[in-house]
């Protein structure tokens, strides 16, 4: 792609264009581009299963995502950094995600896998609350302060090809931004360079031991089990 298709790109409405670059990933191994571009919070390394029946074609190495979706219970934050960009109390968290995920129209690129960025992240065991009625207004203490729901903005995006051992990068421009094109070729520039530096081993420290302590307690849980086995006998019981 040339500024000139991005131009084209950009004047057809899409808010969203992958601007590529490609190369060979021969001295790195996907762990090590991780080490190298991403070894700090909300990345990822996304990697497919290694042998067995089935060998996995990319893996997918997310670099840091300032943008992301928070949601406890009912509420919802996006999140630029440390700010909240945006908040929602008492919605559906669920058709938040699919709501913001209509605001980016988003050009396609020949040649790069299904999966080439957007929203990544989790969906807690609780937000299927959301989804079954009957569950609606049973909300449980939240005794660990972690969201429901976190997905990251993923708009840059490491990919490599296991099979042909080629590396792309992959940074999504927004062309009302000024300078939109420049900016993201130099930002390929700036993360080809840091794949030419030596890796990084962080160093690692013993952690002191932490007493476990149970929030159940074990007749709770032992009448719990005792409960679970009964709504098996009588089925009556979908997971547990």
Not at 149 to 156: A, F, H, M
């Amino acid at each position: 792609m040339n500024e000139s298709e991005f131009n084209r790109l950009a004047g057809q409405g899409y808010n969203r264009i992958p601007v590529v670059l490609e190369t060979f990933a021969d001295l790195d191994t996907p762990l090590s581009i991780y080490l190298k571009l991403s070894h700090e919070p909300y990345t990822y390394l996304l990697e497919s299963v290694q042998g067995g029946e089935r060998f996995g074609r990319y893996s997918f190495i997310g670099l840091a995502s300032p943008t992301r979706i928070a949601a406890y219970g009912r509420d919802v934050l996006v999140l630029n950094g440390n700010r909240i960009a945006e908040r929602r109390e008492d919605c559906d968290p669920l058709a938040f995600v699919a709501e913001f995920m209509g605001r980016f129209r988003v050009a396609t690129r020949e040649g790069l896998p299904r999966f080439c960025g957007g929203l990544v992240g989790y969906f807690g065991y609780d937000t299927v609350r959301n989804i079954e009625p009957r569950l609606a207004g049973a909300a449980k203490a939240d005794d660990l302060g972690t969201p429901d729901i976190l997905l990251l903005l993923s708009e840059e995006i490491a990919i490599v090809d296991n099979l042909s051992g080629k590396l792309t990068l992959v940074v999504y421009a927004e062309p009302g931004v000024p300078g939109a094109w420049q900016k993201a070729r130099s930002r390929l520039a700036a993360l080809v360079e840091r794949l030419r530096a030596p890796v990084e081993i962080p160093t690692e420290t013993p952690c002191a031991g932490v007493a476990a302590e149970s929030g159940f307690g074990e007749e709770a849980f032992k009448r719990a089990v005792a409960r679970a086995r009964q709504y098996i006998v009588d089925g009556d019981i979908m997971q547990v």
